[in-house]
């Protein structure tokens, strides 16, 4: 049993350096007003990110989901469009108010099947006019 016990410890500690090495390796740099949003967000959750967002600014939010997804980029702009475009990918609710944002993220967007309209190119042969349509533009009137 005594071997398996250094064995033992080396998993827990290194367990322990990755769960400290993931953590200290995210960051949130939130700069500028409400209008003008300057957002630098390196390998942090979607929660560590909307929480520095609601620190710095009047931003309240709420959610039903852990928003565990991880981000990285640069977001610049008033308030609301930064946080559209954190949501991106999200369900979710915006309130803009003269007090503030008020937000409810419900949870990810589930895909679903893309809509795709037919468009017909303008230089596509026309099937042959019935007799009713013959008729219609003997008389005078477009098709």
Do not use: C, W
Request: hydrophobic share 50%.
């Amino acid at each position: 049993m005594t071997t398996l016990r250094p064995s033992l410890l080396l998993v827990i500690a290194s367990a322990v350096l990755l769960a400290f090495g993931q953590a200290a390796s995210a960051e949130v740099k939130v700069a500028g007003g409400p209008e003008a949003v300057h957002l630098e967000v390196h390998d942090a959750s979607l929660q560590d990110v909307l929480a520095a967002l609601q620190e710095h600014f009047n931003l309240r939010y709420r959610t039903i989901d852990a928003l565990d997804t991880q981000t990285t980029g640069v977001f610049d702009g008033p308030l609301r469009r930064v946080v559209a475009r954190l949501l991106s990918g999200h369900d979710y609710a915006m309130q803009v108010t003269a007090e503030g944002v008020d937000v409810l993220v419900l949870a990810p967007q589930r895909s679903s099947t893309a809509v795709v309209a037919a468009v017909t190119p303008a230089n596509a042969a026309r099937p042959p006019l019935t007799a009713a349509e013959r008729s219609h533009f003997e008389r005078g009137h477009l098709r």
